[in-house]
């Protein structure tokens, strides 16, 4: 493993707290959602409700290769519904992961999730950007439930219909606090904002859109990212976005469930829900007769989990003709803190009946591992995943492609 300071990568949450676009605009403070240029030196930050994660890329060859990497726990009650209520103590914290690190770049990229977080693929009449831009408001309200002078929104023109009647729009819409809490933290941590993502979007930058593994641009794969707060199920078809869908189901789910057949506090609950699985795996434990108690109560949060998952994968799957390589989700990819737990990927993939695999952002891709060791990239870049395509961004352009509202 790469160098570090004692207190990175020893704790064990690993929740990872979760990223939806980046079109269009100047940087301004402001505006929430912004479009990155030119930035030589970019730190990914992905503030979770559970941990922090940061890290820094490098130039390597014809690639890139993991510069710095940490993470650090996310100061207790915090952030609330995606909103970062407490700055100050997540500047701090922000400030000490980077030190630990030695992560010295100055350009930010934070990124916000959620249901609140709204992705649709909308038709809007023809118009040219500069119009849509001064119309934006009003035609999202159409779109979105929430209230307009209370969202940041943005867009990217995907092209026009066949008819050449309307046009198809990425419309993207998050609550202003969310976005601009980020901004802040940023700016108080001594960072440069230099633009706020979506994580879902991040996350298949990350691994898909590095990847080596053909998989990802034939046919559908599914991208979960198994978080602290919730779950984001996300689908690429031929390397493009094709769907993205926020489950209120994730990591804190199994540990409150423990808290309250236990009567611990959250930490003591959260060591447990890592310890149910250290003699048993997942899979072991869901074959056994005589049941863990910690398990008995977490399964069946895991497994509505589960159904909605396939709900979710079903709901793309009807949107093609049967028999159609685009409607059938030929491989299930695991991110986040809870995915790490021993026996998850066999476990979902019983009850998914589709092969899947934990995330390995740094292996088979064009961003190598550097000086940090296999056992690192194994252990760790499920849970930097995010972090990692929010570095990168600098490299992303616009979205080409929209995801379908699950």
Not at 94 to 119: C, E, P, T
Not at 189 to 214: C, N, R, T
Not at 234 to 250: E, Y
């Amino acid at each position: 493993m790469g160098a570090r300071s004692e207190n990175v990568f020893t704790h064990p949450c690993y929740e990872a707290g979760t990223p939806q676009i980046v079109p269009v605009g100047e940087v301004k403070k402001d505006v929430g959602l912004f479009q990155l240029f030119g930035k030589e030196s970019i730190v990914g930050i992905d503030i979770g409700s559970s941990c922090i994660k940061a890290v820094e890329v490098e130039p390597s060859g014809s690639g890139w290769r993991l510069a710095n990497a940490g993470i650090q726990v996310t100061p207790l009650d915090s952030c609330r519904d995606g909103v970062i209520t407490n700055p100050l103590d997540v500047s701090q914290a922000i400030k000490a992961l980077l030190r630990s690190v030695n992560i010295r770049g100055q350009g930010a990229i934070a990124a916000v999730s959620g249901s609140q977080v709204i992705v649709r693929q909308v038709q809007f009449p023809r118009m040219n950007e500069a119009s849509l831009r001064k119309s934006i408001r009003f035609e999202a309200s159409k779109y979105i439930s929430a209230s307009m002078d209370d969202s940041v929104v943005e867009f990217h023109i995907l092209g026009n219909t066949e008819d050449g009647e309307v046009m198809n729009v990425m419309l993207v819409a998050a609550p202003r606090d969310m976005v601009e809490s980020r901004v802040s933290v940023l700016e108080m941590a001594g960072l440069e904002p230099i633009a706020v993502d979506v994580e879902a979007f991040a996350l298949i930058h990350s691994l898909s859109d590095y990847s080596s593994d053909d998989d990802f641009r034939k046919g559908a794969v599914a991208l979960i990212d198994m978080g602290a707060s919730h779950t984001d199920v996300n689908i690429v078809t031929n390397g493009d976005f094709a769907l993205t869908r926020n489950i209120p189901i994730a990591g804190d789910s199994f540990t409150n469930a423990i808290k309250s057949l236990t009567g611990f506090a959250f930490q003591d609950a959260e060591k447990l829900k890592f310890e149910m699985t250290l003699q048993d795996s997942l899979e072991q434990l869901s074959s056994q007769e005589a049941e863990n108690k910690c398990w008995r109560v977490v399964q069946p949060l895991l497994d509505e989990l589960l159904r909605e998952v396939r709900r979710s994968i079903h709901y793309y799957q009807s949107q093609f003709p049967e028999g159609t390589e685009q409607a059938t989700v030929k491989k299930i990819v695991l991110a986040g803190g809870a995915a790490r737990m021993p026996g998850m990927a066999a476990y979902v993939s019983n009850k998914l009946n589709v092969p899947v695999d934990i995330a390995e952002v740094f292996n088979d891709s064009l961003i190598s591992p550097g000086r940090f060791t296999s056992d690192f990239t194994e252990e760790y870049g499920p849970v930097l995943a995010i972090a990692t395509g929010l570095a990168l961004k600098d490299e992303a352009g616009v979205v080409s492609e929209l995801p379908m509202a699950a």
